[in-house]
Structures are given as C-alpha cells and as structure tokens.
C-alpha cells in the first residue's frame, strides 16, 4: 500500500532563465490524474480542508509561497510545511486533512485521481473516524 502520506519529489531543471519541474502522468505521480485544481488568493487566517475522502487521492503542491497541512490518519497527527514547488506530499485516501498559515500569494495546486464528487467526502470527524476502525480494525 501507498501509506496515509508520503512526500512525492519532482525533477527540477536548473538553468541561468530560471528553474523547471514537470509532472508526468503513470511515471511521479501513484494514480492517473482525473483532475487538477488550485487554490490562491486565500486570506493568511483562513482555514481549508477539514474532511477526509471516502476514495480519492491527491497529491499536493505549494507552487508558489508556503502553508500548513495538518494530517490526520485516525490514530496518529502530523504537520509538514509545503513551501518547495519540487516537493508534493501525496495524500491517500481516508486521510483528515486541515489548512492554514497561508503565506501572501500562495497557490496550493492538487493533482487528484477523480472528478469532483461531493459524496466522497467525510465533512464530519465522527464519521471519517468511524470509517477509520471499520477499515482498518
Ligand atoms: C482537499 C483540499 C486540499 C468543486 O466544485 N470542484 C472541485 O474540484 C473542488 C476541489 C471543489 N469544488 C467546490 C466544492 C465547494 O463548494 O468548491 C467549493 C470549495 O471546496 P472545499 O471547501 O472542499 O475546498 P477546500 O480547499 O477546503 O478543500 C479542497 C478539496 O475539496 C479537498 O479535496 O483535499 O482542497
């Protein structure tokens, strides 16, 4: 299995015009992307997330400035910093995540293995926890 959670390292080209890195489909990232989304222009005091998915997986990158992602399998927390364009952190599913510290200008983009789906969230802790035992007891 993939993990709750694991940092996912991109290439970076490096040259005098500037520095470049390149997500590939089927070879850096664990699933097929379905979608693509961004966050940006986010206040610094506001708070995202706080839901886990029944079925998706992400992989999650700060392209621009630095956030907080609060990580939560059921049974263990943790926090990493994203603040390198390089480095994703790939989130499976039945992960409760939470963001905030938002720096000026930030842009969180997501790489995620399925479209939009509102009934694949768990917006409730109780019940992403409930989950948590049945799956994994
Ligand atoms: C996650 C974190 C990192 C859509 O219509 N399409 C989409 O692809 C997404 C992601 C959201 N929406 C709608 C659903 C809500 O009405 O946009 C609104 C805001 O979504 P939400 O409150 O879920 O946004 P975040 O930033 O709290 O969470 C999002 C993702 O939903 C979530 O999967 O892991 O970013």
């Known amino acids: 299995p993939e993990g709750f959670v694991r940092e996912i390292r ?17 070879n850096h990232i664990p699933f097929d992307i ?6 940006y222009n986010v206040p610094v005091d506001a708070e995202r997330g706080g839901h ?11 392209l ?17 910093w994203l603040r390198d364009p390089r480095k994703g952190l ?8 939470e963001m905030d510290s938002f720096s000026q200008g930030a842009v969180c983009m997501v790489l995620a293995s399925q479209p ?13 926890l409930a989950a948590t ?3 994994r007891a």
């Open 10 to 26: 991109l290439p970076q080209i490096h040259d005098p015009r500037g520095d470049l890195t390149f997500v590939e489909g089927g």
């Open 34 to 39: 379905r979608r693509v989304y961004y966050l």
């Open 52 to 62: 886990a998915h029944k079925e998706l997986e992400q992989v999650v990158f700060a």
């Open 64 to 80: 621009s400035g630095s956030f907080r992602m609060k990580i939560d399998d059921g049974h263990t927390q943790s926090e990493y």
């Open 90 to 97: 790939y989130i499976n599913r039945l992960v409760w995540r």
């Open 116 to 128: 939009y789906d509102e009934s694949d969230y768990y917006r409730s802790y109780d019940a992403f």
């Open 133 to 135: 035992r049945s799956n």
